[in-house]
């Protein structure tokens, strides 16, 4: 019998491990004599040993052979999963703050400030009814879709989009959104902003181009669209700037009423370095988890708040519903549902790499033309990248970010590792204990 390539063993407390098998989805609370016997440190009892078998933790399968059972998973699911699109439509590349670690920066000092016009507008609708089985969702985006110059052009994809039965989510900076809830109110819409801190971080931090600040504009953004009945997508970019400062944020959603609001979910993403940038306070992510972990005890409502990592955030599900949830056969819907259409006629798949036209991956005005970019992202799975065809987190990353891969290697064949192994074992105890307590006080 071999040890499953696919089993993770990690230390919750003094004397329990969960252990995990990501090819067979199992999860079970261990002691240490089970690891030993794992390990085999120690001669097996046969209870044990039926049961690790049965688990899949021993198994008498080659690695090889594990890994063709994962592309046996892979096929199975894919048939039973269609694909939903979602799509963004990119009004401008013209934002009106000038945020420092805004990673359209260089974009958008190259692509003069064109609003997406009508014909660009009813070509993407002819072509997303085509490659849509089923209506999803449409994402506004930009630079900041909801400038004045935009509403137009906002308005002609509520209007088209709500006929063809899709919902939408609009990708904006908040300043004017308050001018925009009125035209949004009869349409199923969600907004997404950012608040990166008490106001005087914030500020500094996300500022319109004459230097002055948009907390203030922001908040009042926010109250309007709840009060209208809006769903709203909290979000803060951490880096070394603002990361003393995340429990301040989450008293302010406190006082807001937002903590608890239904409407309401608030997310926490690490801002990451792009070639070209010139920003610093950049922290590995590890970094900001383990700060946060640490910020927890003092303040427990951080853990109202949703992280950014990819993989972790299935544990939050593991110690409340008992299960391990869906494997990651690719990192995000850059590889499988996502299509950004911009003002000038071209697609892409990743946000990340919008406006940079070496990375589009087609063209859809006047006509639909795909490029050999467009296959490359869709069919980048765990199984066409080597190293991970036998790594054990593979199903939790999905062989990692495909913009990063392309930007720190040239191609999207290379894994793009977060040390999962690191973050495991601090974010996964963390989990276990803050369930573990909230299941105990009364």
């Given at each position: ?83 939903l699109h979602q799509h963004f439509i990119v009004l401008t590349y013209e934002c009106n703050l000038q945020c420092p670690y805004c ?41 900041e879709p909801l400038l004045r110059k935009n509403r137009d052009a906002v308005k002609k994809i509520l209007e088209t989009g709500d ?162 949830g869906p494997p990651r056969f690719w990192y995000c819907d850059a590889q499988s549902g996502t299509f950004v259409f911009d003002p ?99």
């Open positions: 019998m071999n040890v499953s390539v696919y089993s993770i063993p990690l230390q919750l407390d003094e004397n329990t491990y969960l252990l995990i098998n990501s090819r067979t989805g199992a999860l079970d609370l261990v002691d240490e004599e089970v690891l030993r016997v794992l390990r085999n440190e120690i001669p097996p009892d046969e209870t044990i040993l039926d049961t690790l078998t049965e688990r899949g933790h021993l198994t008498e399968l080659t690695p090889y052979q594990e890994s063709e059972c994962i592309k046996t998973m892979y096929d199975t699911y894919v048939q039973g999963h269609p694909v990673y359209l920066s260089d974009i958008q000092s190259k692509r003069e400030s064109t609003v997406i016009d009508g014909p660009h507008i009813d070509t993407i609708f002819s072509i997303i009814a085509r490659l849509d089985e089923s209506r999803y969702r449409i994402i506004l985006y930009g630079g006929d063809l039965g899709y919902s939408f989510l609009v990708l904006t900076n908040g300043v004017l959104l308050r001018d925009f809830v009125e035209d949004f109110q009869p349409y199923e819409v969600a907004v997404q902003t950012t608040i990166d801190g008490p106001q005087q971080i914030h500020d500094k931090r996300r500022f319109k181009k004459n230097g002055s600040g948009t907390f203030s504009e922001i908040i009042e953004g926010i109250d309007a669209a709840l009060e209208a009945g809006l769903t709203c997508l909290l979000r803060t970019n951490i880096d070394a700037d603002n990361l003393s400062v995340l429990p301040e944020v989450v008293q302010l959603y406190h006082e807001k009423g937002w903590l608890h609001h239904p409407k309401v979910s608030m997310h926490v993403s690490p801002v990451f370095k792009k070639p070209g940038i010139q920003y610093t306070p950049i922290v590995p992510r590890s970094t900001v988890y383990d700060t946060v972990i640490a910020q927890t005890q003092k303040s427990p409502d951080i853990m109202h708040v949703s992280f950014d990592l990819k993989g972790a955030e299935l544990f939050e599900q593991v110690f409340e519903k008992g299960e391990l000038f006629g071209d697609i892409y798949v990743c946000t990340e790499h919008v406006g940079e036209e070496q990375a589009r991956v087609g063209r859809y005005y006047p006509d639909l033309v795909w490029n050999d970019m467009y296959s490359e992202w869709r069919n980048r799975t765990i199984f066409t990248i080597p190293e991970c065809r036998t790594c054990k987190y593979a199903l939790f990353c999905g062989g990692g970010c495909g913009y990063e891969a392309l930007t720190r290697f040239g191609t999207l064949c290379r894994p793009v590792c977060y040390n999962y192994e690191e973050v495991f074992s601090s974010v996964v105890p963390h989990l276990y204990r803050a369930v573990k307590k909230s299941h105990v006080d009364p």
